[in-house]
């Protein structure tokens, strides 16, 4: 795959080149890939699997060392909020949940980078876009809720069976006495059950898309400011996307064991 790249490439002009600029993506040449969103989220991903599999190979039953402290707490976490959402058992909805927290949050994470430094480094190997914040791409957020829909449906038909899953997509919400009344409010509650089920993926990833593309915007604007400035309004504003960062990664994690719960349950 060729990228976007242009040898006599000249510096943004002014601030809505600025922002123009680092809002575009780099891009396959056709432009039907962004591809600094599939190598930024897949270098994570493989920093994620890293970290955790360094930390239990170096488990210890003794004093834990501070990155065995770290993991545990994380799991701890994410296993406290699986325990209460999610009544079933699984053996993957705990591996699932803790994939899900620690991936967008890393994502999200790269929020906090200077936002000219990676596209400078870049540069020098004749990279003129890129975007390094994965979860600011509706692209990417709407894949992972793809990939949760598609777990939703398997869920669901694991526990209820192809047969069952399929009986309630036509017989809730609204359950019927009667082979008359059950065939008039089928259509109806397939519509309702379809409604339902699409809500969920895209309520998931417009929400995490939302919250990251606006803190990527506020950053690009407080980089566009005098450099005392940058320091007195990106400092605390650093600080609260702590919070933004975290939260988003737990809610998109959150909502995703309450669907699957709700996806297992017989209504």
Not at 53 to 68: D, E, M, N, S
């Amino acid at each position: 795959m060729t990228t976007e790249h242009a040898g006599g490439h000249a510096a943004p002009a002014n601030a809505t080149e600025y922002i123009q600029h680092h809002l575009s993506h780099l891009q396959t040449h056709d432009g039907s890939f962004n591809l600094d969103t599939f190598w930024i989220s897949a270098v994570l991903g493989l920093v994620f699997l890293g970290v955790f599999a360094l930390a239990a190979r170096r488990a210890t039953p003794g004093v834990p060392g501070k990155l065995q402290n770290f993991v545990e707490w994380v799991m701890e976490l994410v296993n406290d909020t699986v325990n209460s959402a999610f009544h079933a058992k699984s053996k993957v909805i705990a591996p699932l949940a803790i994939t899900i927290f620690v991936w967008v949050w890393l994502m999200n994470a790269m929020d906090f980078l200077p936002v000219d430094l990676l596209p400078r480094v870049l540069e020098f190997f004749g990279v003129y876009k890129l975007r390094v914040v994965p979860t600011a791409d509706v692209n990417h957020t709407f894949g992972m809720s793809f990939g949760v829909l598609l777990c939703i449906i398997g869920f669901s038909i694991k526990a209820k069976g192809a047969g069952g899953w399929t009986k309630e997509l036509f017989t809730a919400p609204f359950h019927a006495h009667g082979t008359v009344a059950t065939i008039i409010l089928a259509p109806v509650n397939f519509i309702f059950q379809m409604l339902e089920l699409f809500a969920k993926p895209i309520s998931l990833s417009l929400r995490l898309f939302g919250n990251m593309y606006a803190g990527e915007l506020i950053f690009i604007l407080i980089a566009l400011l005098p450099w005392w400035a940058q320091w007195l309004l990106g400092g605390p504003w650093a600080i609260f996307h702590i919070l933004i960062v975290t939260l988003q990664a737990f809610v998109f994690m959150a909502l995703t064991v309450v669907y699957l719960s709700l996806a297992v349950e017989k209504h």
